[in-house]
């Protein structure tokens, strides 16, 4: 009986080779796009699953009550770490963690490496296999160090390096480290990332921070004792922030600071390992959404949906063929259960040859796929027992439901209606429903996509305050002191007409080659009230490199040997200092030296575009290291421009790599998770209303079939063809409007939402929504109008002997 299944599920398949194809090609696309954004969303969803102290470990963080809010910091002082472990109970471990590049030095080869600079419980904490040397304690001294087991085959070309030496970079100084251990290279989805690992103590403000509690500049890590909650851990601590804080809190008390509903101004938190990739920080509290996956996935669920509601709709317009074959089966005795598996049988074919054509497209698209949407993610994601058991399962309800719907109707109809040929679905509320619903998600998608890219390009093109066409940033990671590389380059790049200005400072704008991003902030009191600001480092020229406008004073200048004492800040510091006259200012820091204010400058984006400008202090202090190199060029002859920047550099740094980009490329790169959705939103979008059209214009064939004496008969008592295509067509653009009128404010809600995470956005225009609708409209109509068109201009007289 099931080989007879097969044989007529098979014939009929061949027999309606259009409805066959569409169902096929529909499926099979709708299955390879749905397989890799499921395989995206779950690698997003999997960061930092891999450690097994994942559900006892966490990072730690602080929330301040202040004349300003709640403001949170995870950046912590060198002694927190060892005070809590011995004051506060129920830390079972706890580490330091900082982030740096590190120069990297064996024989004549020089790397740039991503260091880690941790206590040596790190390991105990997270997940990182040893694979060579010592296991138990991969730091077992200060002069050790632990590598990857890509930087050993990087560095020396394979990973029998346990016990080598290696020279490292420390501040300005170079130390010799012996190898310790190497380990497997960090998981593509792991928040923290690293190349070599350096003990915490060799950081070089370690020694001079010990035993400061108000320079932060790290994150801290612990693993609670088993039964200790998060809850009971943060009221331990709370004596602990009140006797440590005690200062900063009497300062926030003096300038107005209310405290929170335990009556606490300083209050740790503890934030789970699993969702620091996910986490931001608003008012006070931890804010963890994971949007970006779940919407990955609900594209694909979306794109699913539209192609079983196109499924079902073309079977059943497909069912109209085969009615007289349903009457003869039960004239021979065939029972409703025998035409339900039929039908089901013949869906369950479509869904296995798409499944196994999508899986097909899939691996043929996912380099590809991988490369527009910037993703790391594998199959290895979507291969997971549970995922593939959860897969079948779906498969399985999906074809019962989208090709059990139709079986059943069909297997329902009267023996005599069937011989007839008389199909009757009532109202067709169902088939309207999906109609609706799928041009609804289409219009939904479409005006995302809209929003999406009017927002990118409105950051993209919004004035920053700075000169990002013409500046060339560069990463200094070679071994020179970084004042005497920018002299240098400056000396180089003199007598090239086109090079206008060199200098430096110690944070990037955007995000570079090398992948990082710095800020780094303090506090001071000036007239009995405690002030914030943002601090850079910088060199000579810096406002002149980057067309940063001076409003009054004047920059740093060489002719004036006390600018190291000297500041320049930006109008929103100078808002908050609020004094008539911001040259005026002097700053006691420290009780021992003492800063004046020497200029304000216009506020530039020195941070993310997508927040607000902040206070900001610019410092010329050569005690202090600089990390970038800006260089201004000319806007003629930019590329040859770029060559004579990349050929200076390796004559002055020959063993490092340059990573010089133009700023405008920097700032783009920090779009890059918008630009990746509206990528996905996009290609949804389109393959959506590909989709929905598919469904609609199985549909249109349906409704001309059952109105083709209707047609006949206006035809021959005079209607033209255009009014007979605009009768059939309207009924659908009908049920467009309504999608439109469903779509529009789900839309505007959730885009409406989306768009508040950012400090300045694209105005919501209802342009966005009006075009959507019109090209859902416009995009529907097409696909109707060429079959009811090409109805309407049948011949009345064959129209007519239908019957």
């Not at 002694?79 to 011995?86: D, Q, T």
């Amino acid at each position: 009986m099931f080989k007879n299944y097969l044989k007529i599920a098979w014939r009929n398949l061949i027999k309606n080779k259009i409805f066959s194809i569409a169902n096929i090609v529909g499926l099979t696309c709708a299955f390879a796009v749905a397989i890799l954004l499921s395989m995206t969303a779950l690698f997003e969803l999997s960061f930092d699953q891999f450690h097994e102290n994942k559900d006892s470990a966490y990072q730690i963080y602080l929330t301040s009550q202040t004349p300003r809010g709640a403001e949170t910091s995870t950046s912590n002082p060198v002694p927190l770490a060892s005070a809590l472990k011995e004051e506060v109970s129920g830390i079972k471990q706890i580490t330091r963690s900082l982030s740096e590049d590190a120069l990297v030095s064996y024989q004549d080869k020089d790397l740039d490496l991503d260091a880690e600079y941790v206590d040596a419980e790190f390991f105990s904490i997270f997940s990182f296999p040893v694979i060579a040397g010592n296991t138990n304690n991969p730091l077992p001294s200060k002069n050790s160090v632990a590598i990857t087991e890509e930087t050993a085959t990087k560095m020396f070309g394979n990973t029998n390096v346990v016990g080598d030496v290696l020279q490292v970079k420390v501040g300005s100084d170079v130390y010799p480290f012996t190898i310790s251990a190497v380990l497997e290279n960090t998981p593509t989805n792991s928040s923290i990332d690293f190349d070599i690992v350096i003990p915490f103590e060799n950081h070089p403000e370690f020694e001079a921070n010990k035993d400061v509690w108000n320079s932060q500049f790290f994150p801290i890590y612990l693993q609670l004792e088993e039964g200790m909650t998060t809850e009971q851990f943060e009221v331990n601590s709370r004596e602990f922030a009140n006797l440590h804080y005690r200062g900063s809190i009497e300062s926030d008390k003096r300038d107005g600071a209310s405290p929170d509903e335990n009556g606490q101004f300083k209050q740790f938190h503890l934030l789970p390992i699993t969702d620091m990739h996910f986490v931001s920080f608003k008012e006070g509290k931890a804010e963890t959404a994971r949007t970006f996956p779940y919407l990955i996935l609900g594209v694909a669920i979306v794109i699913i949906f539209i192609v079983c509601a196109n499924f079902i709709n073309m079977n059943i317009a497909l069912s109209e063929k085969r009615l007289k074959e349903i009457g003869m089966r039960k004239t021979l005795g065939a029972v409703k259960k025998q035409l339900f598996f039929q039908f089901w049988m013949e869906s369950v074919v479509v869904f296995l040859v798409s499944i196994g054509l999508g899986l097909l497209l899939s691996n043929l698209l996912i380099d590809p796929f991988k490369t527009l949407f910037v993703t790391k993610a594998t199959f290895a994601e979507v291969t997971k027992p549970t995922i593939i058991l959860l897969f079948a399962a779906s498969i399985f309800i999906i074809t019962l439901i989208a090709g059990g719907y139709p079986a059943l109707i069909m297997s329902k109809l009267g023996t005599l209606r069937a011989l007839k040929g008389k199909l009757d679905f009532g109202k067709n509320r169902l088939r309207n429903g999906l109609i609706v619903l799928q041009f609804a998600i289409a219009i939904i998608l479409i005006s995302g996509t809209l929003v999406l890219h009017g927002q990118i390009e409105f950051l993209r093109n919004k004035d920053l305050g700075y000169n990002k066409e013409q500046v060339v940033s560069i990463p200094l990671n070679g071994r020179k002191d970084s004042y005497a590389v920018i002299e240098l380059l400056r000396d180089e790049l003199t007598q090239n007409p086109d090079i206008l200005s060199v200098s430096g400072s110690d944070s990037n704008l955007g995000l570079g080659k090398d992948g990082s991003i710095t800020s780094s902030a303090m506090g001071f009191d000036y007239k009995g009230r405690g002030l914030i600001t943002n601090a850079l480092t910088v060199d000579y020229d810096y406002a002149k490199t980057l067309d940063i406008e001076l409003l009054e004073g004047r920059m740093f200048d060489k002719k004036y040997s006390t600018d190291s004492l000297s500041l320049v800040i930006n109008e929103s510091m100078a808002k908050q200092f609020g004094e008539d006259d911001p040259l005026s200012i002097r700053i006691n820091m420290d009780d021992a030296v003492t800063y004046s204010v020497v200029g304000v400058i216009k506020d530039y984006y020195f941070q993310d575009v997508k927040k607000e400008v902040q206070p900001l202090t610019l410092f010329l202090n050569r005690n202090w290291d600089l990390y970038y190199a800006y260089v201004k060029i000319s806007p003629k002859n930019a590329a040859q421009s770029f060559d004579a920047i990349k050929t200076a550099w390796e004559k002055i740094e020959p063993q490092a790599e340059f990573l010089g980009s133009f700023l405008d490329e920097n700032v783009d790169r920090t779009f890059k998770r918008e630009k990746t959705l509206a990528t996905i939103i996009t290609s949804g979008s389109i393959l959506g209303i590909i989709l929905s059209c598919l469904g609609l214009f199985a549909i249109s064939i349906l409704v001309v079939a059952q109105r083709t004496k209707e047609i006949g008969v206006r035809k021959v008592v005079g209607a033209s063809v255009s009014s007979v295509a605009l009768l059939l067509t309207k009924d659908f653009l009908k049920l467009v409007g309504l999608a439109f009128l469903v779509a529009t404010p789900i839309s505007w809600y959730f885009l409406n939402e989306w768009l508040q995470n950012y400090a300045s956005h694209v105005s919501l225009s209802p342009l966005f929504f009006v075009v959507a609708g019109l090209t859902a409209t416009l995009i529907a109509f097409i696909t109707v109008g060429s079959r009811t068109v090409k109805a309407a201009s049948a011949n009345p007289v064959k129209s007519l002997r239908d019957e």
